[in-house]
C-alpha cells in the first residue's frame, strides 16, 4: 500500500457521530477515529480506514439537519433559508471496496462538519486530485443479442447509474446488425469527442470494437493496416468491456472476473492496461485481429458446429464442445514460426501475469526497442536471418494464446502462463493422439495439473507463426481451397452416412476470438501492446495483512 505522502487537508470531522480525524495526501484519503482512551476495543468497528485516491470513485456534497441527511439541491436550500434551521454540512466519499474473487463493489463513508467552507474545500480538493486519466465522454455499443442476451439490461441497470454518478456523460448505440459497430468505428464515429469507447457484450463483440478502432487509427496515421509487414500504430483511446457475452475470456483474463460493475468502476477510475494484438493475413491479405484464442482444428470445429446452435446461449459450447471431442478429427499441415528472442518468460514457468507485470514490462520495453531498429534494418526479423522453424504433422488442435485465455470454464487459460502485454503469443500444438491423452489435457485445463507437460503437447513463445494446411500445396491457390472445401462437404456428407469409414476431413477453419476464418493457410504476427483497455491486470489476492498500513503510522 502507498504512503500517505504530504498532507493537502487535514481537518477533525464526524462520521456518524464519531469524531475521526481526516486527511488527504495526493496518493490517501484517510479517517482515523479519535479515541479517548488508548485502550484496544476488539468489539469496537474498525477505527482506521484509508483509500487510495485513484480508487475514490465520486464526492457528493450532503447536507444534514438534526441528523438526519437530505441531498443538496436547490429546494432544501430555499427551506433551509427560510424556516432558518440549525443545518450541518456533510459530504459523501464513494470509493471501490474489494469483495471476494477480484470483484469490486462501490462503498461510500459520510463526513460531517459544521463549517460549510471546510466541507466545500474538501469537496473541491477531493475532486481537484481525481482528474488526470478518468474518462469524462465515452462512446457506448450494446450488442442487444450477446450471450443471454441481457447487454441492455445490464448496462441500463448496472452501469448507466454508476457513469451518472461518476459524472460520465456517455453516446450509447445499441447495434442493430453484425458489424454496426465496427462499420460506425470505421467510418462515422467522431472520436476525438471521446476518452474511451465501451463494448457491452462477448468476445466477438469486442473484436468488432477493435477492428473499428484499429482499422480506423491506421488510416487516421497514415499506415496501411493491408501491410503484414508495416508497424501498426498503437491506438490512443481505452476500451472497457462490460461482460455480456458467453464467455467474455478477454474481460476475465485482465480483471480477473466477469462482473459488469466492476469494469464499470474499473472504467470509471480510468484504469489502463495495454494488450497485444496478433494480426491475421491470407496471402498478404489482411483477415483479422485477434487478441486472445486463434485456434484450427478443435476450437475452430467447435465454434462451426455452436454458431448453428446459437439458440442455445451459452450452453451451445458445452454440447458442440462434447460432439467435436467425441468427433476426434485430426488435420495436417505445416506450422513455421519465430521464437521470442531476448524475453524473459516462459509458457511453462510458474510466474503469472497480474496488475503491474514486470514481464510485461520487461519485454515491451524490447519490442518498441526491437521495432525502432526494425525500422532501420528492415530484414532483421526476416526469413533471410535463417531464425525461423517448421513441425510438420498431424494435429489434433493448434493453439495461438496471446494471453491466458482464462475464463470461467477455466480458470487458468488455455495457457496459464501467457501475458497480456508482452509482445508475444503461445503457440500450443497438439498433435494426434487417443481420445483418452486427449481427455487428459483438456480435464488438466480445469486442475492444478499442468496441461502441457504431456508427450504429444507442445509449446512455443513466438512472434510470428504460419500454417499451412497439407493439402492446400499452394497457398495462393484459392481455387483449390474452394474446391477441397467442396470435396470435404462431399465426404463429410459420406462420413455422416458412414460414421464408421474413419476418414477425417482436409480442412478445419480458424477460431478467431470467437469468429470464423475463411481461409486456412494463415500468417500472424503480434503487435505488443497495440491497444489499451480500461483494466489493471489481475490484481494479486492479498496473503496478510499489510505492514505497511498508512493507519498504522
Ligand atoms: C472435457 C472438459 C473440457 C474443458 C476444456 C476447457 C477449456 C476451455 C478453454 C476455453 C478457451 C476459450 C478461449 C476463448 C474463446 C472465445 O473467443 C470464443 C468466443 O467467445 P464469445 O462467445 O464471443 O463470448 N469462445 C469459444 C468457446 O470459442
Ligand atoms: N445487433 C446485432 N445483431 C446480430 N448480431 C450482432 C449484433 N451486434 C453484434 N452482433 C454480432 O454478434 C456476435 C456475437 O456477439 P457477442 O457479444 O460476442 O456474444 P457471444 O459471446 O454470445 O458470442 C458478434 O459476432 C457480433 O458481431
Ligand atoms: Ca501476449
Known amino acids: 500500500m502507498e504512503r500517505p505522502g ?67 439541491d436547490g429546494s432544501w436550500k430555499k427551506i ?133 478502432l484499429i482499422w480506423r487509427t491506421q488510416i487516421d496515421c497514415g499506415v496501411d493496416p493491408n501491410s503484414p509487414e508495416e508497424a501498426l500504430s498503437p491506438c490512443s483511446l481505452r476500451i472497457g468491456i462490460i461482460p455480456a457475452g458467453s464467455t467474455d475470456c478477454i474481460c476475465f483474463a485482465s480483471v480477473g472476473t466477469n462482473d459488469p460493475v466492476t469494469s464499470a468502476l474499473h472504467i470509471i477510475v480510468g484504469d489502463s492496461q495495454p494488450l497485444d494484438v496478433c494480426s491475421v493475413h491470407h496471402n498478404n491479405m489482411f483477415l483479422r485481429y485477434s487478441v486472445s484464442l486463434l485456434g484450427y482444428g478443435f476450437y475452430g470445429d467447435v465454434l462451426s458446429d455452436s454458431e448453428r446452435k446459437r439458440w442455445m446461449g451459452p450452453a451451445r459450447y458445452d454440447f458442440s464442445g462434447l460432439k467435436m471431442f467425441l468427433t476426434h478429427h485430426y488435420y495436417e499441415g505445416t506450422v513455421s514460426y519465430l521464437p521470442a528472442k531476448g524475453i524473459i518468460g516462459t509458457p511453462r514457468d510458474a510466474t503469472r501475469c497480474r496488475s503491474g507485470c514486470v514481464i510485461c514490462q520487461h519485454n515491451g520495453q524490447l519490442n518498441s526497442e526491437r ?50 502485454a508482452d509482445g508475444t503469443t503461445d503457440l500450443i500444438l497438439v498433435r494426434k493422439c487417443s481420445r483418452f491423452n486427449f481427455l487428459r489435457h483438456l480435464l488438466r485445463h480445469t486442475s492444478k495439473d499442468d496441461q502441457f507437460d504431456l508427450t504429444f503437447i507442445e509449446v512455443h513463445r513466438v512472434r510470428r507463426f504460419r500454417f499451412m494446411p497439407r493439402h492446400c500445396q499452394s497457398d495462393s491457390d484459392l481455387e483449390l481451397d474452394l474446391h477441397e472445401n467442396s470435396k470435404r462437404q462431399i465426404f463429410s456428407q459420406i462420413c455422416k452416412d458412414h460414421p464408421a469409414c474413419g476418414c477425417a476431413p482436409a480442412y478445419s477453419s ?11 493457410g494463415i500468417d500472424v504476427r503480434v503487435h505488443g501492446q497495440l491497444i489499451k483497455l480500461f483494466a489493471r491486470g489481475i490484481e494479486e489476492l492479498p496473503v496478510f495483512e499489510d505492514l505497511s498500513n498508512p493507519c498504522a503510522i
Open 6 to 72: 504530504r498532507l493537502l487537508l487535514q481537518s477533525e470531522l464526524r462520521v456518524r457521530n464519531a469524531a475521526y480525524d481526516v486527511s488527504l495526501s495526493r496518493s490517501l484519503l484517510i479517517w482515523k477515529r479519535r479515541t479517548s482512551s488508548p485502550v484496544y476495543h476488539p468489539f469496537r468497528p474498525s477505527v482506521c480506514h484509508s483509500v487510495p485516491v485513484s480508487e475514490i470513485i465520486s464526492v457528493r456534497e450532503e447536507e444534514e439537519e438534526n441528523g438526519s441527511r437530505q441531498r443538496d
Open 80 to 212: 433551509r433559508e427560510r424556516e432558518g434551521k440549525d443545518c450541518r454540512q456533510a459530504f459523501t466519499v464513494l470509493y471501490v471496496e474489494r469483495c471476494r474473487q477480484h470483484r469490486w463493489r462501490c462503498a461510500e463513508v459520510t463526513f460531517t462538519c459544521s463549517d460549510e467552507a471546510v466541507c466545500q474545500h474538501w469537496v473541491s480538493s477531493i475532486r481537484e486530485q481525481l482528474a488526470t486519466s478518468r474518462p469524462k465522454h465515452l462512446l457506448v455499443y450494446i450488442n442487444p443479442y450477446g450471450g443471454k442476451r441481457q447487454g441492455k439490461r445490464i448496462y441500463e441497470q448496472k452501469v448507466a447509474p454508476l457513469f451518472t454518478q461518476a459524472g460520465i456523460s456517455t453516446s450509447v448505440i445499441v447495434t442493430e446488425y453484425a458489424n454496426h459497430a465496427r462499420d460506425h468505428l470505421k467510418m462515422e464515429a467522431e472520436l476525438k469527442k471521446f476518452d474511451g469507447v465501451v463494448c457491452v457484450g462477448g468476445d466477438g463483440m469486442f473484436s468488432e470494437i477493435i477492428h473499428g
Open 371 to 420: 521495432s525502432e531498429k526494425y525500422e532501420m534494418d528492415e530484414a532483421s526479423d526476416s526469413e533471410s536471418s535463417g531464425e525461423w522453424r517448421t513441425i510438420r504433422g498431424k494435429f489434433l488442435a493448434i493453439n495461438a494464446a496471446s494471453m491466458s485465455c482464462a475464463c470461467p470454464r477455466s480458470p487458468k487459460g488455455l495457457s496459464p502462463a501467457a501475458h497480456l
Open 510 to 520: 480458424w477460431n478467431c476470438d470467437g469468429e470464423i476464418l475463411t481461409h486456412t
